[in-house]
């Protein structure tokens, strides 16, 4: 991890207040992992005064992609700058997601902008061709479905749902992940879910219910958390998690973001 200046390579608006930015940086693009984010500087005066967590949507040959939502002061700003700027960078920060965890079936359920890292994820675990890869995609309305499209030209099955129904299905993310399991045992006739893998990422209600689901059924399960950060890299003890372990906690940007959902006290 160190801080860098990437360049811009572009930064698309691509849904209503969702854009893609592309860096080009080598030292990234050799390191960064599926489920690692960077900390971006927003701007070069004091405000806002940290700076701003983002997910590594993908890895390229050149640098990273970051896909992100503008909710704020911090996201505006981003939203705002152009090709051809340097942007001030810390990455790659954190654990990602455990490649090696990746079964014969592997589910990925991703809430609102919990997208973003799935797609680094999803074209990790690609490379073994023999892989199946589902991608539940939960949004809050159609306008908010992202990235359907590329799953589906990497080869996962891909099924949406919505809040309103405006787009796929009407409900949780997660009746979608229990329709998933109840067919896939069907289909398999296997006793149990061995060969599975689930991994999720979305607001911590999401991923408390798609934890209890996997554990439920016996399925290894990695849960990545967008909680709130400052330093983002183990300092300000500002980002802390619960967990079973008897140190009682762990931070989110040091430790996490990615976790077993088993080692979580939810
Ligand atoms: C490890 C990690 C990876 C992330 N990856 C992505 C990503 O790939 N794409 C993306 O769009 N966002 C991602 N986020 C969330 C992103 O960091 C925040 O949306 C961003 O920092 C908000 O900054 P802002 O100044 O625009 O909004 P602020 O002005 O700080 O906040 C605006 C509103 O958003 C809420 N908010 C801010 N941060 C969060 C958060 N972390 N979780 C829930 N609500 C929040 C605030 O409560 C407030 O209501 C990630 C967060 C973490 C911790
Ligand atoms: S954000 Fe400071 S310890 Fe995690």
Redesign the pocket.
Known sequence: MKQLNAKILSNEKVGTA?YKMRLASSYLAKLAKPGQ?VEIR?SKGTA?LLR??????RVSSLGIE?????????????SNKRAGEDLDIIGP??NGFDLELGSDVNILVAGG?GV??LMALAEGLSVKKSRKIHVLIGARVKSHVMCEGEFKALGCAVKVTTDDGSRGYKGLVTELLKKLLATHKVKTYLPDFRGITVYACG?NAMLKSVAAIAMEHGIPCQA??????ACGVGVCLG?PVKVKSPEGYKM??KD??VFDAGEILW
């Open positions: 969702f984010f927003c806002p701003r967590p983002l997910g590594v949507h970051v896909l992100y939502e503008v909710v704020g002061k911090g996201t505006e700003i981003i920060l954190g902008i973003a890292p607001p990545s958390f967008e909680e709130r950060m980002c989110v940007c996490g973001p």
